[in-house]
């Protein structure tokens, strides 16, 4: 027989056996919980919409507020360039219907159309005398602006007060118009 050299069994441990605990091997970890911050992109999406929608009410509100004190404004320069075209050439109809024209277009810039666009004889008096102390349109001196254009000839006593009216008339609107801005 012949001796097997080549072959010579050399024992092997069976499969060495390791220990789980003795391998460096982790714990199974759960991911952070979310946060609120930083939000989602729907998130910053709703916060810019919100953000222009309050920005451009206030910007559409303000402009709102600026435009009717700027009525007031222009009417005061207007009735500034009546006094002094009236001062030149002392033409009264002309003046009555400039003064007339003016508080119209003031009436239907602050006020709604609805309430002074239509308004005639003593129901617009009496709607010029609405901001006003008493009734100076429809008994005083503003009485002028309905009676002037049927008499031949106005006073000149009563076109210095008639400005002074008119002026009044205009602060008075302005002095409204704050209350209500307020």
Known sequence: MLPLLCCKRVSVPDRVMTDPLQLPLRDIHMPPAISWWPPAAGWWGLACLLLSIILLSCWWIRRRQLLKLSAVNLA?????????????????????????????????SEYPRLQSASLTGDEWLQFLDKPMQGSPFKTGVGRVLLDAPYRPQVEFQEIGPLFTLCEDWIDAVKQNQTVVAQ
């Open 76 to 108: 005061k320069q207007e009735l500034l360039r009546i006094r002094e075209q009236y001062s030149t050439h002392q033409d009264q109809q002309w003046l009555l219907r400039e003064l007339s024209v003016l508080l119209r277009r003031l009436s239907i």
